[in-house]
Nanobody, 116 residues
Framework: VQLVESGGGLVQPGGSLRLSCAAS????????MRWYRQAPGKERELVATITSFGSSTTDADSVKGRFTISRDNAKNTVYLQMNSLKPEDTAVYYC??????????WGQGTPVFVSS
């Protein structure tokens, strides 16, 4: 099983990034996918969730209206579109997969730096 995140990097405040998480080794379409993030010195935080049916929620109040999660089951990939980025969005962003049998997997993370 692999979850490989990409798309992170350095961006100026107000900018946008799209993170991708490519999945392999399991039946992607059956899994609930989530994005988490962990800022330096802080606990890991749930950012957004998308079900196997494509129903999505933005879980972190601080990103509502700015971040959108989506998935492409044909490509086994989940995305996180991040707009109007703020310095406080700086964190390592992790992809997570959860199956109905209780199995779960994490990616290695991709760092996002928001700074001028």
């Amino acid at each position: 099983v692999q979850l490989v995140e990409s798309g992170g990097g350095l961006v100026q405040p107000g900018g946008s990034l799209r993170l991708s998480c490519a999945a392999s080794g399991f039946t992607f379409r059956r899994y609930v996918m989530r994005w988490y993030r962990q800022a330096p010195g802080k606990e890991r935080e749930l950012v957004a969730t998308i079900t196997s049916f494509g129903s999505s929620t933005t879980d972190a109040d601080s990103v509502k209206g700015r971040f959108t999660i989506s998935r492409d089951n044909a490509k086994n990939t989940v995305y996180l579109q991040m707009n109007s980025l703020k310095p406080e969005d700086t964190a390592v962003y992790y992809c997570h997969a959860a199956g109905f049998r209780g199995d779960a997997y994490w990616g290695q993370g991709t760092p996002v730096f928001v700074s001028s």
